[in-house]
């Protein structure tokens, strides 16, 4: 793709001039919190150094201590070219800090930023100057458990499925040059009734010279060959326009649209150019892709064709690094392998990944649920918080086309008393509908696993070991699983109280999670197995049994590799294949059932 750089942390939203600060950082506990009260932004007392973007926990952090420490600071020297100032602003971007970052610049606050799942920028064009500034970032956080933190745990020690915490930095922080005069945030709609791409633009320059002269063009090529271009006027900082797709290319040749798929995952790129006076002042580059997806009655729809979606659980953790990929390779290793097994999709479980992960997800095909980081305590601080963040993630990551579906809940997180509390139901239905006023395609699942309010797919969490059982109670039992009186093997409802099953899609989101017998060290789900035919037998019987139940349109594997105390994973910690994958992937891959023509 012609976007493509390597490393460049949003391969969204392309520019030239900037600047990766991953790398080495003065690093300082705080414990006794009284950095700011002794002005360590102005004077700053080294202690260790730390590799950003890895937390202090991790081995590759160079620190590895997993002790809690609430207050952390770093530090580093950014250089600057203060003749690129003339006609530049100096952006300064964090793609994931947790929770609240402070940010000086020169012993001057820039600014903060609350959340540890949704990035952040400052501009901080007049803190800084020509050759060396200090930059220094201090990160609090906490045990709160209203605060959303997915699977980091909040006591001294892991258990369950929640595992060390993650503190500070743990994502790309990076510098750029922004032209005065540019293109601030774009949002790509594919309209595919009209064969044309629903472009929203956000603008930055000064008020007076919106209307006089400034308008963006922008050029649609696939593959290499022109296929598009369009411009349109700068009236206000918020412009809506549309691209066609159907135009005739220099041969004189109609294009066909092509569409995103897993199997063919077709990209279109796009390039803006913000033009003063004739005269280009920004070039952004970036890809689509024209795919649909909605929900028709009980089945899920893919560019107008039934989806049966082989997805299997992620949760992005690594033994070296945690939450944190080890590297960019890290990640397309993690994507094939997924491929490699089967699968067609991923539900990316209680995280927010790196933008790199999604991208190489858009390139490769792979299907991704979005799913939001949970609170575990409702409050008002709770919900506040909550909210602020999703509506950020969402508008940060709406333009990969892999994305598929929305998932801001899961099995009753920060939610405990939904089935029968109207206002934590209230709540999810204000996310949904919120999410939705943003996302007119996509499904957004309220809440996955069980007792749903408002949700366009219902999604089932169950770990039943034994495929005829799975079989008969999903078969006989549909019209009484579907209400709020029928418990299934996880003793949940489907439904909480005052809502009804309407037809919607059904997917088993949750199931497996088998794991090898190792003296009782770790867990999975039931019945460890002894011996790989063991295993196998019972993945090739639950999965099975799974996709013989006529309803059922999709299924998500629980999980990908092994995470600390969880040794559930089809992988180990290391990435290793605990099965032949050419084995696991045959199993889901077999057409059986009333799917199997969609397969």
Known sequence: MKCYKKDYPRPQFVRDNWVNLNGTWDFAFDDANLGEKERWYAKFPKEKEIQVPFTYETKLSGIQDESRHDNVWYYRSISVDGAMLDKNNYVLHFEGSDFITKVWVNGQLAGSHRGGYSRFSFDISDLIRDGENDLIVKVEDSYDAQQPRGKQRWIDENFGCWYVQTTGIWKTVWTEYVPKISLDHVKMTPNMEAYALELELEVAAPEHLYGSDLMVEIMVSYDGAFINKTATSVVCGHIRTEIDLLAQNPKGYEWAVRTWSPEEPNLYDIEFRVLQKHEV???????????????????????????????????????????????????????????????????????????????????????????????????????????????????????HPCIITWTPFNESWGISRIETEPMEQHFTESIYYLTKSLDKYRPVIVNDGWEHTISDIITLHDYEEVGEIFRERYKNYRDEIMTTEFYHSNHKSAMANGYKYKGQPVIISEYGGIAFNNDDSGWGYGNKVNTEEAFIKRFDEITTAVKEVPYICGFCYTQVSDVQQEINGLMDGKRNFKIDPEIIKEINERKVGYWRSFM
């Not at 970036?286 to 107008?304: H, K, V, W």
């Not at 997805?311 to 945690?322: C, F, T």
């Not at 909210?387 to 709406?398: D, F, G, P, S």
Request: aromatic share 14%; charged share 30%; net charge negative.
């Open 281 to 399: 002042v920004d070039v952004v580059e970036s890809y689509f892709a024209m795919r649909e997806i909605r929900i028709d009655g009980p089945n899920i729809l893919l560019n107008g064709r039934p989806l049966y979606q082989r997805l299997i659980l992620d949760q992005g953790y690594w033994e070296e690094s945690h939450l944190t990929p080890p590297s960019e390779e890290a990640l397309l290793e993690d994507i094939d392998k997924i491929h490699a097994l089967g699968y067609n999709g991923l539900r990316k479980h209680q995280k927010i990944e790196d933008e790199r992960f999604l991208y190489w997800c858009d390139v490769k095909g792979m299907l991704v649920w979005s799913e939001a980081a949970a609170a575990y305590q409702y409050s008002d601080y709770a919900v506040a918080e909550f909210t602020r963040e999703w509506l950020e993630i969402v508008k940060q990551n709406y333009n």
